[in-house]
């Protein structure tokens, strides 16, 4: 299976920014596309960017215009930048990745992975 490594979660003060990163590992023919999700305490996991293989981007209402998703196809890894972040911004981040891959066998298989998650804590 393809597994995913997110880093550069971390505590940062209202207005500052980070910026997440999220790289798919294990045998990849191509991934069809790229998101950032975040569950809150209490709150259902919601989608926050999203990036497809054509570089189209979406984005969730609340992050637009402070947040720019963007992937390096070479290194088949996603970023998040995050600026003006809010304390309604807390979560723990979730990168999700789903595209084909060869298995240890050399067949082609589709996935669908998600990492581990990194705290974001936005807090004075």
């Known amino acids: 299976q393809v597994q995913l490594v997110e880093s550069g979660g971390g505590l940062v003060q209202p207005g500052g920014s980070l910026r997440l990163s999220c790289a798919a590992s294990?045998?990849?023919?191509?991934?069809?596309?790229m998101g950032w999700y975040r569950q809150a305490p209490g709150k259902q996991r919601e989608l926050v960017a999203s990036?497809?293989?054509?570089?189209?981007?979406n984005y969730a209402d609340s992050v637009k215009g402070r947040f720019t998703i963007s992937r390096d196809n070479a290194k088949n890894t996603a970023y998040l930048q995050m600026n003006s972040l809010k304390p309604e911004d807390t979560a723990v981040y979730y990168c999700?990745?789903?595209?084909?891959?060869?298995?240890?066998?050399?067949?082609?298989?589709?996935?669908?992975?998600w990492g581990q998650g990194t705290q974001v804590t936005v807090s004075s």
């Open positions: 999700n990745a789903h595209g084909s891959y060869y298995t240890i066998y050399g067949f082609r298989s589709d996935f669908d992975s």
């Open positions: 294990a045998r990849i023919i191509s991934i069809r596309a």
């Open positions: 990036i497809a293989s054509a570089d189209s981007t």
